[in-house]
């Protein structure tokens, strides 16, 4: 059959690759863990991290660790084929294959000096105390707002200065005023008006005449306005006496209502100043923490581990297909497989990318869009069978070559 085609070389096993990327992320995040924990020390107290491990214990993925030992192996193989440099593919490590296992653990251990110490026993113990004397006001509390508020000894409120009759005051008032001035005024116009008609009669005036009219007309003009005086002063002081008495009302009022004011307030404040202690005792018994300087983050990166692999599983596979491309090449020029094998094609499924499902042949066996392995992305696409196809339905239209591909005869397919 000519010479002996290369075999492929073996894909990287999914599950190697995914728990050597975990096992990587794994001691990545152990890594940060350690840069991250930085003790402080304080002239109050230190700040100390101490490292601790679970009790979870470590099991171990046997299969997955031969799987990963025979990929190695044929690995190892194909790349001594192809001439590569096999002893720089890596050994798989048993540590990689740890599941669950014993991570770290770590407990924060704040430890104050000697004189804060002493201080913070001083401080709790004090808060103690008061904590202990809130507890034991319960009761009062608990009485002291059991019941409602008792304001029956409150003064009543003033919602109007008084209901007494102002107009009837006010013309007693000016009555009054006016009765005192006249009691004035009547004997002293009596007495004048006595002697004026004397005078007027000595004049040889006698009533009736116009001098004793006139001169009796200006003396009761003068007596009027006396009287009228007399009214309006009445009127005035009743209105003052007036505006007095309600002033005298309004602050009786105001100061009623200020000593109810005064009532609500210090019930209230006494209702209130239990719970006021209670409250004053309970906040002075809080624990304080003390406080430290945070700390910067520092981060490591993961390594990406699956990429390395990939690439260079890529690498060995383009130098497989170089080698197929040219000892298919030879192997068609030398014409040696002759009859059936002239006619066949190489068709193994392996060997074949971007495959596109399209129909099938008057046989019944499926047809396909496809690319070799070795070709570029953006050549054009073959169309034709998978010879894993074909060898379940006419098994004798394949040749199964040297190297474990297979061949299509493809005058056999119809």
């Known amino acids: 059959m000519g010479k002996k085609s290369p075999a492929a070389p073996q894909a990287p096993d999914p599950q190697v690759t995914a728990n050597a990327q975990t096992a990587s992320n794994v001691k990545t995040a152990v890594a940060n863990a350690d840069l991250n924990r930085i003790n402080q020390i304080t002239p109050q107290g230190t700040l100390t991290y101490e490292k601790t491990t679970n009790a979870t214990p470590v099991s171990f993925d046997k299969d997955a660790y031969a799987a990963a030992l025979k990929n190695w192996g044929e690995t190892s193989l194909e790349a001594q084929k192809l001439g590569l440099p096999w002893d720089k593919v890596p050994v798989p490590d048993a540590n990689d294959f740890k599941i669950g296992g014993e991570l770290p653990q770590y407990t924060q251990v704040i430890k104050l000096s000697p004189e804060q110490q002493r201080l913070y026993d001083m401080t709790t113990q004090g808060q103690t105390v008061l904590g202990q004397s809130a507890l034991g006001m319960a009761d009062r509390i608990k009485g002291q707002y059991g019941s409602e508020l008792d304001l029956s000894g409150a003064p009543g409120l003033a919602s109007r200065v008084s209901d007494q009759d102002y107009a009837q005051q006010l013309k007693q008032a000016q009555d009054a005023i006016y009765g005192k001035q006249t009691a004035f005024l009547d004997p002293q116009f009596k007495q004048d008006q006595a002697l004026l008609e004397s005078k007027l009669i000595n004049q040889g005036l006698m009533p009736g005449t116009e001098a004793y009219t006139n001169a009796m007309g200006d003396f009761n003009r003068a007596k009027e306005f006396s009287y009228g005086q007399a009214r309006d002063s009445a009127v005035q002081m009743g209105n003052a006496l007036q505006n007095q008495l309600f002033n005298q009302k309004l602050s009786g009022a105001n100061l009623s209502n200020a000593a109810r004011s005064q009532f609500l307030q210090e019930a209230f404040a006494k209702r209130g100043q239990p719970l006021n202690e209670f409250s004053a005792l309970l906040n002075g018994s809080q624990v304080s923490n003390p406080l430290f300087n945070s700390v910067p983050v520092t981060g490591v990166a993961n390594t990406d ?42 068709s193994d499924i392996r ?5 596109t499902p399209m129909g099938s042949t008057s046989t019944g066996i499926p047809t396909y869009t496809f690319r070799y392995n070795n070709e570029s992305d953006d050549a054009p696409l073959r169309f034709g069978v998978m010879a894993q196809d074909v060898e379940k339905i006419i098994p004798e239209a394949v040749i199964t070559r040297d190297d474990g591909f297979k061949m299509v005869n493809y005058a056999m397919v119809g």
């Not at 060997?351 to 495959?355: E, P, R, T």
């Open 305 to 346: 581990t699956m990429a390395p692999t990939m690439a260079a599983y890529q690498g060995q596979l383009n130098q497989y297909n170089q080698k197929i491309g040219k000892q298919n090449a030879t192997t068609s020029a030398i014409g040696q497989l002759g009859g059936m094998a002239a006619a066949a094609a190489i």
């Open 351 to 355: 060997l074949k990318k971007d495959i």
